[in-house]
T-cell receptor
Framework: SQQGEEDPQALSIQEGENATMNCSYKTSINNLQWYRQNSGRGLVHLILIRSNEREKHSGRLRVTLDTSKKSSSLLITASRAADTASYFCATDEWDGQNFVFGPGTRLSVLP | NAGVTQTPKFQVLKTGQSMTLQCAQDMNHEYMSWYRQDPGMGLRLIHYSVGAGITDQGEVPNGYNVSRSTTEDFPLRLLSAAPSQTSVYFC????????????????FGAGSRLTVL
């Protein structure tokens, strides 16, 4: 399989806390994306980081990329119950055009 | 609303039956793709298309067929359904070069849940 891996598989936190999830991949990439999937719904794009970038912010989201370790992290600050979802990283490592998705991290934010 | 529309949302088939999952987008996206999502496996690419008349295989193409006669539509055909094809199927589309790096940011449909008995 070409898939990367997210870590942890599941994460449960209290509202207001920060949530960090990690993604590892296997070969070189041009960019890495993070997507969110609410239960029973399609995936929604959150943020994209290019291979020459180390950190990117979007609202309460912070993404880092370490190409030497082939890993990325997604930080959600001041989490809300509405952040409860599965989060997936996707890389273009397979053929530079299509995206490979990891198995995802299930985040539960408890009120 | 503009977006990616998948039909049907749910389908139950018997082994050996054939069917077509429909996908349509009204955003004039050139790139379209089909993924299947299985528990603990993430999404795996089945087939994709970079424009009308052009299709190619993804990671798990066996047992599936696609065509792209128009920019808007990208149907996925199951030729002879097997229990191993029980899954949730997602169609996704993207314009080329969504940002200046040329990266494709995908817009997903809501999914089609298929059960093969």
């Amino acid at each position: 399989s070409q898939q990367g891996e997210e870590d942890p598989q599941a994460l449960s936190i209290q509202e207001g806390e920060n949530a960090t999830m990690n993604c590892s991949y296997k070969t070189s990439i041009n960019n890495l994306q993070w997507y969110r999937q609410n239960s029973g719904r399609g995936l929604v794009h959150l943020i994209l980081i290019r291979s020459n970038e180390r950190e990117k912010h979007s609202g309460r989201l912070r993404v880092t990329l370490d190409t030497s370790k082939k890993s990325s992290s997604l930080l959600i600050t001041a989490s809300r119950a509405a952040d409860t979802a599965s989060y997936f990283c996707a890389t273009d490592e397979w053929d530079g055009q299509n995206f490979v998705f990891g198995p995802g991290t299930r985040l539960s934010v408890l009120p | 609303n503009a977006g990616v529309t998948q039909t049907p949302k749910f389908q139950v088939l018997k082994t050996g039956q054939s069917m077509t999952l429909q996908c349509a987008q009204d955003m004039n996206h050139e790139y379209m793709s089909w993924y299947r999502q299985d528990p603990g496996m993430g999404l795996r690419l089945i087939h994709y298309s970079v424009g009308a008349g052009i299709t190619d295989q993804g990671e798990v193409p066996n047992g599936y067929n696609v065509s792209r006669s128009t920019t808007e539509d990208f149907p996925l055909r199951l030729l002879s359904a097997a229990p191993s094809q029980t899954s949730v199927y997602f169609c996704a589309s993207s314009p080329p070069g969504t940002d200046y790096s040329g990266a494709n940011v995908l817009t997903f449909g809501a999914g089609s849940r298929l059960t093969v008995l």
